[in-house]
Nanobody
Framework: QVQLVESGGGLVQAGGSLRLSCAAS????????MGWFRQAPGKQRELVAL???????NYADSVKGRFTVSRDNTKNTVYLQMNSLAPEDTAVYYC?????????WGQGTQVTVSS
């Protein structure tokens, strides 16, 4: 059973930065797509960024140019560097690991951006 453990969330002022980390257990990390999703109160969960096993990235339009997703296959960890944070980035951020045959989610980490 894969476990995903997110860390790095917290409270930050608008314009600030945070770096989220997601550590994955198991041996399938290298072949998995890894992604970050977020869910704000009263809203649906949405994709923020993803990175393929080969390092190809994709971002939501709302975070392009501000967020950067990366992965370290030697540490089974995916990162989300978030810069120029705005109050509308406030949400619970979830890590996801998936392929065609499995789909795992972390427990989420709260990010709160104050104005």
């Amino acid at each position: 059973q894969v476990q995903l453990v997110e860390s790095g969330g917290g409270l930050v002022q608008a314009g600030g930065s945070l770096r989220l980390s997601c550590a994955a257990s198991g041996s399938i990390f290298k072949t998995s797509v890894m992604g970050w999703f977020r869910q704000a109160p009263g809203k649906q969960r949405e994709l923020v960024a993803l990175i393929s096993s080969g390092g190809v990235t994709n971002y939501a339009d709302s975070v392009k140019g501000r967020f950067t997703v990366s992965r370290d296959n030697t540490k089974n960890t995916v990162y989300l560097q978030m810069n120029s944070l705005a109050p509308e980035d406030t949400a619970v951020y979830y890590c996801r690991q998936w392929s065609g045959t499995y789909d795992y989610w972390g427990q989420g980490t709260q990010v709160t951006v104050s104005s």
